[in-house]
């Protein structure tokens, strides 16, 4: 049991740093830490007394010391600082995370603007600051009236802008459509060339991690240089070197992302274990990530998608090996592959524990995404390491990349329809309860679940699922459409003259183009149907009195 041994540590340390960041007041932290320095000592664990009463305090008072360091940070006139990263909403706005000296975090810049701004550029901004309504260690957002770029990015940050570029131009100039999004941001992390839509189809298939880089991917790249290396006949140690170096050059490639950070730590913590893998189990370099990972940037403690990846990444391990031998008989009796088979199972266990996570962030569960991320796996690998030769290639002056392209185009073409089919099945989504009581209702499922599989009932669960999708499909014929033509409607420009609009009317036709598309219909408090035409996309009105949209996402 020695590789459980971090994991108290690692837990009460998250907890506290999140206490602390949520309340606001170190009392819940230090309570919390008083608690599980008492049970250690009861039980008279001195070792895990002293590893967790120093580990938990030192990042809780790291913590404190960056939340006050941000409150006592005097606002300039003119706030100066690096763009790290930047993100166009659907809005057409750019959200940019804007680090300025001697502010302990990045902070959410807004940009409205049509000024390009450039990745790891010095920018100068003036605009409204305001409070930030996600909890952090600091507690402002900026929406800039006026951005000035003093100083292009320069050195190795100028190259990583012009590999990006290059690559994105390439992808462009030489794959269709549905390629463009998901290549640069499966290879180099890269979504600029995803458009809102596309994102959502594969946040609602349970493929997100797919459609930017996530930790599969380092494991992807550390593993095929740790093979090649060794067919290479090198030695253990400078494999591990071989492999740190691609490494380091991969994530300063995609950037220092929360969710690409972690999955650095991880494949670092397994690059270690090589030299000694009997005393380096994977449940305890997860529990050194959290411990490196919450040391270096507090706020990963209240980030959705730090939690994510770890619960997915300790569900894979604790609950693969049960689901394995549950799923592993009864399959290999159906003839099935067993490298399905073993596909199957990490997906089912990375989405029973993440489930409940999902439903407290989305109000929102897939039940397509074990099938969509069974098709796609076999594509991942291809995609990855192809596209980081592609990439390599595409700095050289010949246009060598091109025909790599063409052969990495069919793997993510296939990506994108699976994503496109899964989302039109019926009950690919289903909305959770908004509460703690829907969160319980995520759980109980998720653990029935599990001790379904585990009981043998395989085939139960099997016939059961096709029965619900088949109900659905059955179910959700649509009625007939009605033509908007036919009925009361009014055109109005912005959200703000709904309120003005006669109550007689039957139908509400928004122009304005700006906001999040929604994932459910829209209708005024008086039952009028609303339509975003500009932002939704094409959405039908029928005879029961209800809307959907083209593409499946209500």
Known sequence: MTELRLIPAAAVMWMAVAALILSGTWKISAGLLCVAVLVSCVFKLWGQTLVIGALSAGATLMAALRIHSAREFPPPQTWVGNAETIKVLASGDQLISFRVAGYPTPIPLFYSGDEAIEKASLIAVSGRVQTDSFPGVGDIVISAEDIDVVEAATGYSAWVNHVRDGFAYAVESSVGESSQGLLPGMVLGDTRLQDPLESQTYIDTGLSHLSAVSGSNVAIVVSAVVLLSYF?????????????VSLAIFVSLVGFEPSVLRASVTGLVGLLAIINSSRMEPI??????????????????????????????????MLYPLLYRALGPPLSRWHTPDILVRALTVAIAADLVTIPIIALMARQVSLVAVLANVLVDIAVPPITLLGLIAVLASLLPWPVEYPLLKIIEPFTWWIHHVAQWCQQLPHATVEVAAGWLGIAWACVIGLWIVVALHQGFVRELLIGSLLFFAFGMWHNKLPAQIDPSTVRFVVIAEVSEIADVARDKELIIVEDPSGLSSDRPTITKEGIPVLFPYRDGDVTLHVDGTQHAADGRF
Not at 232 to 244: D, K, M, N, S
Not at 290 to 317: E, M, P, R
């Open 232 to 244: 290479l006949t090198v030695g253990p140690r400078v494999r591990v070197a071989v492999a740190l």
């Open 284 to 317: 305890q370099g997860l529990s050194l990530a959290v411990i490196f990972l919450l040391f270096y940037d507090s706020n990963l403690a209240v980030h959705y998608g730090f939690l994510l990846s770890c619960a997915a990444t300790a569900g894979i391990v």
